[in-house]
């Protein structure tokens, strides 16, 4: 309980304290852009503080928007007065990897010299916004809170009175609205003292969370029928060869077809287009390059499936988290496809996903997405059914008394989100080191060897993992008695492990479950020592069993562990805690011979 508490000061403290924290959109002149103005007044609070705020960073795109930063240093000293920041500006950083080539994505870095705790930073960013991309559909969301004390938020609005101005906000805010002039309406909101939101792992974005003031200039029907017109008049070009011959070598089931350009459609972006990544590209210009980012793949999905008599339509989503209550045309940054089945259901297809030909990725589930229909859609929600995930290991051994080890066998077998996972750790090392990645998430010691079946890159093909290796096993030998703890899901799943350690404190209640599943651990140990076994009591909750028996002179232990679902409630979280804290226990999984 102290190290919990300890853990919670700490992730609950203050970085920094924000005396300023405001923004102020001037939209008064639409036709002349949008301008979106922060100020920020932070005072570092302790050296982790220090390090956070000694660079702060803001991203543009050329051409329809520029920044423009300004940012000055007070320090506490007396003598050393005050410094302005350097601010520059370079390629964003996440084109380096990956074979992007998105140049017109840019990143500007302001770095404060000198900084000491105690000192004010002072920075100020107008961005302005020349025009949207695809289509004029503006939207801004205010949060009042961030990882650090705030000591009061105010957000101003300046908008055409003749234009409607959609609102949505949650929290308790002050709020006030007055004519600026004949023509422009002003409305300002003001929140009081804010506390920091303790930034977890596997937890939503703190920012996220707290209370919000979110406008815009269009509802999502409007945004989804306008955006429609856009993709639908730029993109959707007279069918051709090309795709005929697509056709002719997939076959016509959509999942087929999306499968295919995950694998023949390289990811990679340039200067294609107004706006790469947001404008899609013509598909003839996507299937002739054999390359895209995810909007020109999934027009190209789009084009293919109406060409083969189907009726799809584009799906936009924001892989970060859940759409604005009024998304604009900046609010997402990811595209799918889908359309309805024979049975009414809605088939959604991602053809960026290179280990699903079907489906979306789990990390969606759950979260919003707005469809592009011709008269207009509302706001869905990816389906949140994990019924299908699960991680088996089975290991087959023998007990060597000399060394404490289990010399064996394992294999392990995956679906739904387990299997996602393990295809992307997998795919991301060098099949020289897969061995090394393997020991370490089934917890295995040196040495083992182990063999991959199927294809990473190929979702339709079962992934499987088998070989042999060697297992610690945890021996207390008094003489008289011999103890022995069976290894269990807390040392042979690294991803089980990796949740315990964030949910087992429970400082907050929106804890994500990073990979949802139900795990099954089946352990059975021969050559065991002589005497008389005696078995721990089975364990069983609504998230966890052990059992553990004796089968012709074999030990055989089988755990189950239930990890979703993706964001569970106040009393899921509580079973699941009960459950981890079982799990990591060794007496459910001890057993004695005299």
């Known amino acids: 309980m102290i190290l919990v508490l300890l853990l919670l000061l700490i992730i609950s403290a203050p970085d920094a304290v924000f005396l300023e924290h405001k923004a102020t959109l001037d939209c008064s002149s639409p036709d002349s852009g949008y301008t979106e103005t922060t100020s920020e007044v932070i005072i570092p609070l302790n050296a982790r503080g220090v390090w956070r705020y000694s660079k702060i960073t803001a991203s543009c795109r050329d051409p329809w928007e520029t ?33 992007r080539l998105e140049s017109s994505l840019r990143e500007f870095s302001v770095s404060f010299p000198g900084i000491e705790i105690g000192d004010t ?141 995950s694998r023949e459609i390289e990811y990679l972006s340039g200067n294609w287009g107004t706006d790469p990544g947001y404008s899609p590209r013509s598909p003839l210009e996507t299937l002739e390059d054999r390359s895209g980012v995810c909007r020109d793949r999934a027009v190209l999905l789009l084009w ?37 089945d024979a049975t009414g259901n809605t088939l959604f297809l991602d053809p960026t996903n290179s280990f699903l030909d079907q489906g979306f990725t789990y990390t969606l589930r759950g979260r919003s997405y707005l469809p592009l229909t011709p008269s207009g859609s509302s706001i869905g929600y990816f389906p949140d059914d994990s019924s299908d995930d699960s991680l088996s290991i089975v290991i087959e051994g023998v007990f060597n008394a000399d060394s404490s080890m289990i010399l064996g066998s394992i294999s392990a077998d995956f679906s739904g989100a387990a299997e996602e996972l393990f295809r992307s750790m997998l795919s991301s090392v060098a099949p020289s080191r897969r061995d090394l990645l393997l020991e370490r998430l089934f917890g295995l010691l040196p040495g083992a060897e182990l063999t991959v079946e199927g294809d990473l890159s190929a979702g339709n093909v079962p992934l ?20 022995i703890i069976i290894p ?47 078995l721990p009591e089975p364990y069983e909750s609504k998230n966890l069993t052990i059992n553990i028996g004796i089968d012709d002179s074999t030990l055989i232990m089988d755990e189950y562990i239930i990890l979703k679902p993706v964001e569970p409630n106040s009393t899921q979280l509580r079973d699941i805690r009960l459950a981890l804290l079982a799990g990591i226990s060794s007496s459910f999984r001890t057993v004695l011979f005299r």
């Not at 300004?70 to 380096?96: C, F, K, Q, Y």
């Not at 293919?304 to 859940?322: H, I, K, M, Q």
């Not at 900046?330 to 496809?337: A, E, I, K, N, Q």
């Not at 089980?496 to 479950?513: G, Q, T, V």
């Open 67 to 99: 920044l423009e930063i300004t940012a000055s240093i007070s320090h506490w000293r007396s003598g050393r007065g005050e410094d302005s920041a350097e601010v520059l500006e370079s390629p964003h950083s996440s084109l380096i990897t990956d074979n």
């Open 121 to 261: 930073l002072r920075i100020e960013i107008i961005r302005n916004i020349r025009y949207l991309p695809m289509a004029d559909f503006y939207s801004y969301t205010f949060y009042t809170a961030s990882r650090d004390s705030i000591r009061r938020g105010t957000f101003r609005v300046f908008w055409p009175s003749s234009r409607e101005l959609h609102i949505q906000s949650e929290g308790e805010f002050e709020t006030l609205s007055y004519p600026q002039n004949d023509s422009v309406d002003c409305r300002v909101w003001t929140s009081g003292p804010s506390d920091p939101v303790p930034n977890i792992p596997f937890s939503r974005d703190p920012v996220s969370l707290s209370p919000f003031v979110n406008v815009s200039s269009s509802l999502p029907e409007e945004v989804s029928r306008g955006l429609y017109q856009v993709l639908d008049e730029n993109s959707m070009v007279e069918y051709s060869p090309g795709a005929e011959s697509v056709i002719l070598g997939t076959g016509s089931r959509p999942e087929a077809i999306s499968g295919w350009i």
């Open 304 to 340: 293919l499936l109406r060409g083969a008599g189907y009726d799809p339509f584009a799906v936009l989503t924001a892989s970060s988290g859940n759409l604005e209550p009024f998304p604009g045309s900046r609010s997402f940054d990811h595209m799918l496809v889908a359309l309805e």
């Open 464 to 483: 499987r993992i088998y070989g042999n290796g060697k297992w610690e096993c945890g021996t207390v030998n008094s003489g008289e008695i011999i103890c």
């Open 488 to 534: 269990g899901f807390e040392s042979l799943d690294v991803v089980s492990s990796r949740a315990a350690a964030y949910i087992l404190p429970c400082f907050r209640e929106d804890i994500n479950i990073e990979t949802p599943y139900t795990g099954h651990v089946m352990v059975s140990i021969g050559n065991l020592p002589d005497g008389i076994p005696v």
